[in-house]
């Protein structure tokens, strides 16, 4: 079973910042590559980035490159995503996931951390 816990998610002003986690365990830090996707109001979730297991990032969505980090903390197995410049259009309810590998499908979803911006 993979399990994910998110936090983080807030209201946020344009052009702030926001950081997201997603808490995991040894067993899917090693197993799986995680990520993040996102879902904005009457849309369909879709891919954000991803983290790959060797700490590098990799494909970052086109909307969120240049203001996207993403990092983890090996020792307390979690996920980091930070945004900067946030914009009105990142408002959506994240979701970390673990799957296999990059472009694989998901094994498991955090519960979903809502982000609204305030302009």
């Known amino acids: 079973q993979v399990q994910l816990v998110e936090s983080g998610g807030e209201l946020v002003q344009a052009g702030g910042s926001l950081r997201l986690s997603c808490a995991a365990n040894?067993?899917?830090?090693?197993?799986?590559?995680l990520g993040w996707f996102r879902q904005a109001p009457g849309k369909e979730r879709e891919f954000v980035a991803d983290?790959?297991?060797?700490?590098?990032?990799?494909y970052l969505a086109n909307s969120v490159k240049g203001r996207c980090t993403i990092s983890r903390d090996k020792a307390k197995f979690t996920m980091y995503r930070q945004m900067n410049k946030v914009k009105a259009e990142d408002k959506a309810v994240y979701y970390c996931a673990a799957r296999p590998d990059t472009g694989t499908d998901v094994d498991g979803w955090g519960q979903g951390s809502k982000v609204a911006v305030a302009s």
């Open positions: 983290l790959l297991r060797n700490g590098g990032t990799a």
């Open positions: 040894e067993r899917i830090f090693a197993a799986y590559t």
